[in-house]
């Protein structure tokens, strides 16, 4: 049986062996005379509390040794006549004894047989002891077992010689009487006398641990309860007491010796059915006999080395073994003490033999077989109690094991935890009722480690958050210091690794994704960190990407780590990596990037606001001609796409786009506050004034009164003149916004190339990533510049004709007089203004706004003949003059080659070319092409009665309008007598 323990407690050291003992540096001192003096070696001790129960003051741990020696030599002695015999490695052990039962004697034989041999300690992997070498070895003479126990015991030769003669006096009076039959202390104390000890003192020591050891077995923790009625426990508790204060006679027939046996035995034969017991129960009650049994099992640990079993243990098991029938111990309750005690020493010698931690979990083992066999109450009551025990020494160093292990002491690591998950497992499984009820949903060794994972992750984590701060701390004053989320980032990156090459593989016997819990863990504390970090920021600075970039390095790090280690799990990892919501860094810095662009946006906004109510456009602001506005908006631009770039963010690519849409809408901005208010070609062409009939000196009158006319007038005059007269929108004034327009147009394509350039310069920037969509880059301001020059091209050339001309085209040419109201007045003064633009419009606009003001020439010398009002009347002689005058003005603009392109100027005056044969064509052939066209227009409506028809858009010499106007215009009486006719227009006075 002891062969059985021993192989499943220490099998596996031989064969497995993967845990190494810590040298002691403290020698082995040699030993005395008598080896209850042995000098035991000092280890740092930490307290752990007897999960059997605390005996308070009654019995100290000398009294239980002592007393628990004195069982183990009755239940051997009663067992036969004949001792067992022990002798060294070195020689064969033959044991003769006589069985206590037929059934016990073959399995001690089958035990105690067996020679010890240098195979069997090497595959024990257990060390040689010093009581090998001291007892075998140098000495010659060979002892019993008992005499290898009585030294592991520290029981003294006296003592022991003591012991054994009284038990020859109790078998004398009691032939054959078993230990479990009698109440051990009683009979020694009725057969030792005072003469057996040295002194007094030390024979009344004697009788008072005796009596302590009577009144704790039947009274204070006795087999079974004590009947309240049953006044025996008082009486025997008052005789104790007074024998404690003063030494009771104790010879055979003395009336209180007889007193005292009768109560002891009227209590220890006491059973549960009432009936009076053969077997004596007086040292098997809860805790009594585990403290008492632990005592023995404690003498297995050599005396000189006590982290080391020594090499007999089969035979002490056995010997022990003879002891069970009056502690009330079985295999259940031996193999629980044992665990207890292997535990304990490990813990109370410094922790640094690995095998008894090794051996207690396979104790630990058996003991989860027996609780879940058994369901006894008490038993179950003290494996909870021990377990629980076990359980909280594991978990304080389980709960930060990154406190406790390291590389060094990494292997310990595995068997704390399995003792840890053992004991969890049978308090849940085997002794939770509430586990029974929902058995299939949990898993107790993995939720054991999980916790222990997250816990010592959190307090890590906690642990670097302090290092962190105190180093913040100490390095305020220095300068370019690394912001605290980035080195913490680092800390935990290197915590996370760490775990993953140290702890992980450990851990991943009992928890399949036990390094993912971990990085799972470790992204919770720190994303918890960021998030307060990120709630308090409000602009992208250099530490706050620096942060940011810091914690997407950490992320993906433990991402990739979690997803490494549970590759190949059932789930892939998925439920690991849904404890890990991204932290969105990139996200963050992205949003951040578009505040501080909204930010930039909205300053140039306000920027362009402020300045633009304060620009001139003066000409000689400086020697390009274009607004100082126009030179900083464009630099600021510049300026913000180079702090952009400058910005130590990974997503430039992703942003561009949003950067170059507001600075396209500002600069978009800035076109249109530009051109607001300068006009357009509508502006300044005068309302067409309506249909009159010349009037030619004295003959003829308009077919409106004089105050219509006046009226109509007014309002043209009106209307001329309702631009803002202020100087910021004079000819030059608009000269310089046409060249700001230009200047913005071409500084866009500058800014398009170096975007194209920045992107290319940036490591994270693929060619895909702006290949596509540059060139529809600032498309808005692009577009608007363009469209802005046009308008002011238009509205400045228009001006120039129908405003600052008005004088010398609208209210001169041809007025009253045809031959001496010729164009040249008008040629001189737009000269003068031909050379402001020329000297002030920039290059590459300066043809542009010339051929506007050409077309603006052109529209009003149509006016003028067409338009011009009742002051102005044409014979035919007058069309020489006409064409004469518009070839002088075609003429200006050709410049003998240095003006505009002929075929333009060509193209441009087709219309005039074609209205101007109208004036040298007789009147009744004009009256007839008037007809011809009416009637084309309005049908055969039209024969009865000729509509007067309205005012064209264009003029066209197959237009009834302009036809009707050239008539309208003719001093003549064939046309005079034709308009009053058809529209009741007057005829000659």
């Not at 069997?120 to 060390?127: D, N, Q, R, T, V």
């Not at 790090?557 to 990139?586: C, H, R, T, W, Y």
């Not at 302009?962 to 215009?969: P, Y």
Request: one cysteine or more; proline letters at 5%; charged letters at 25%.
């Amino acid at each position: 049986m002891a062969q059985i323990i021993r192989d499943r407690v220490f099998g596996s050291f031989g064969g497995s062996r993967r845990h190494s003992r810590v040298p002691i540096p403290i020698p082995i001192p040699e030993p005395e005379p008598e080896p209850e003096r042995v000098v035991m070696p000092v280890y740092p001790v930490e307290d752990l509390p007897n999960p059997f129960g605390d005996l308070g003051p009654h019995l100290s741990d000398s009294d239980l040794r002592e007393t628990v020696y004195e069982i183990l030599v009755g239940a051997c002695r009663s067992s036969g006549p004949k001792p067992l015999t022990y002798t060294p490695q070195s020689e064969k052990i033959t044991v003769d004894r006589n069985s206590q039962s037929s059934s016990s004697s073959s399995s001690s034989l089958s035990s105690l047989q067996r020679s010890l041999t240098s195979s069997a300690k090497k595959a024990l992997g257990l060390k040689q002891t010093a009581s090998s070498k001291r007892l075998g070895g140098s000495s010659k003479r060979s002892g019993s077992v008992f005499e290898l126990m009585r030294v592991q015991m520290r029981v003294s030769e006296q003592t022991d010689t003591r012991i054994r003669r009284a038990l020859l006096r109790v078998a004398a009076g009691q032939l054959g009487r078993k230990i479990e039959s009698m109440v051990l202390p009683l009979e020694l104390l009725q057969h030792f006398r005072s003469l057996d000890f040295a002194n007094q003192q030390e024979y009344e020591a004697w009788q008072r641990r005796n009596l302590k050891v009577l009144e704790v077995g039947l009274m204070v923790y006795p087999h079974m309860p004590l009947d309240r009625k049953d006044t025996a426990p008082q009486q025997l508790r008052k005789i104790i007491r007074g024998a404690l204060e003063k030494p009771m006679e104790t010879g055979k027939n003395t009336e209180t010796m007889q007193v005292l046996r009768s109560l002891v035995m009227s209590l220890a034969c006491r059973s549960f059915d009432g009936t009076v017991s053969d077997t004596c129960h007086w040292a098997d009650g809860f805790p009594l006999n585990l403290r008492l049994y632990q005592k023995l099992l404690e003498s297995c640990f050599d005396l000189n080395e006590e982290t080391s079993i020594i090499e007999e243990l089969d035979e002490v098991l056995e010997v022990m073994k003879k002891t069970w029938v009056v502690l009330g111990i079985n295999q259940i309750l031996h193999n629980l003490c044992f665990a207890w005690v292997l535990f304990h020493r490990y813990v109370t010698t410094g922790q640094v033999d690995n095998d008894l931690l090794f051996a207690a979990n396979n104790l630990l083992a058996e003991v989860q077989q027996d609780a879940n066999a058994t369901k006894d109450p008490s038993y179950l009551k003290i494996v909870s109690s021990t377990l629980n025990a076990i359980l909280g020494w594991t978990e304080r160093r389980l709960l930060a094991y990154r406190d406790v292990f390291n590389t060094g002491n990494i292997e310990s690591m595995q068997n704390i935890v399995s003792l840890g998950v053992l004991s969890a497992k049978v308090l849940v499984e085997d002794i939770s009722h509430e586990y029974r009820r929902k058995r299939k949903e949990v898993d107790v060794a993995r939720d054991r480690v999980d916790t222990y994972i997250r816990s010592s992750i959190r307090t890590a984590f906690a642990q670097k958050l302090e290092k962190v701060g105190s180093n913040k701390r100490l390095s305020k004053s220095q300068k370019n210091r690394i912001p605290t989320l980035s080195v913490l980032a680092t800390e935990v990156s290197e915590l996370a690794f760490s775990e993953k090459d140290i702890f992980g593989p450990v851990l991943k016997r009992w928890h399949p994704f036990a390094t993912g819990v971990a990085m799972a863990t470790l992204h919770s504390c720190y994303g918890d960190k960021l998030k307060q970090f990120v709630d308090g920021i409000s602009e992208l600075t250099p530490d706050t990407v620096q942060v940011l970039k810091a914690a997407d390095k950490l992320e993906k790090d433990l991402v990739q780590i979690a997803v490494e280690d549970s590759v190949d799990s059932e789930d892939g990892g998925k439920s690991i990596i849904q404890e890990m919501p991204p932290f969105e860094a990139e996200a963050v810095m992205a949003e951040l990037a578009k505040a501080w662009i909204r930010t930039r946006l909205d300053r140039l906004k306000e920027w362009v606001d402020r300045n633009l109510q304060l620009e001139v456009w003066n000409p000689q602001a400086n020697k390009e001609r274009f607004a100082p506005s126009a030179i900083e908006v464009l630099r600021i631009v510049d300026e913000t796409l180079e702090a952009f770039f400058m910005l130590p963010i990974p997503m430039h690519p992703g942003l561009i786009p949003e950067l170059k849409t507001g600075l396209d809408r500002c600069l978009q901005y800035y076109v249109s506050k530009a051109k607001t208010g300068c006009g357009t070609r509508i502006t300044f062409i005068p309302t067409m004034p309506a249909l009159t009939r010349c009037s030619a000196g004295s003959k003829f009158h308009g077919v409106f009164k004089k105050k219509e006319r006046s009226h109509i007038n007014q309002r043209r005059k009106s209307q001329v003149g309702s631009t803002n007269g202020d100087g910021s929108f004079g000819i030059p004034q608009l000269c310089v916004r046409i060249n700001t327009l230009q200047r913005i147009r071409m500084e866009l394509g500058v800014f398009e190339k170096r975007i194209v350039a920045h992107l290319g310069n940036l490591e994270s920037t693929q060619k895909g990533d702006f290949a596509n969509g540059m060139g529809k880059m600032f498309e808005l301001s692009a577009s608007d510049c363009l469209e802005g020059i046009q308008q002011l091209c238009e509205a400045t050339a228009y001006k120039v004709v129908f405003h600052e001309l008005s004088h010398v085209l609208w209210d001169g040419l041809y007025n009253v007089d045809a031959p001496s109201c010729r164009i040249e007045p008008f040629l001189q003064e737009l000269e003068q203004f031909l050379e402001i633009i020329s000297s002030t419009v920039h290059d590459r606009v300066r043809t542009r706004l010339i051929t506007d003001v050409m077309k603006a020439s052109f529209d009003g010398f149509l006016l003028v003949l067409l338009a011009g009002g009742p002051s102005r009347s044409f014979t035919l002689r007058d069309s020489n003059i006409i064409e004469e005058d518009f070839k002088f003005l075609t003429d200006l603009f050709w410049s003998n080659g240095d003006g505009l392109p002929a075929d333009l100027i060509a193209k441009l005056s087709t219309t005039v070319k074609d209205i101007l044969p109208l004036y040298r064509t007789d009147t009744d052939s004009l009256i007839e092409k008037f007809k011809r066209a009416t009637l084309e227009n309005y049908g055969s409506s039209a024969k009865s009665h000729l509509p007067l028809p309205p005012t064209s858009n264009e003029w066209n010499s197959n237009d009834p309008n302009t036809l009707l106007r050239v008539l309208c215009h003719r001093n003549d009486e064939t046309a005079a007598k034709f308009l009053k006719k058809t529209y009741n227009l007057p005829t000659k006075l």
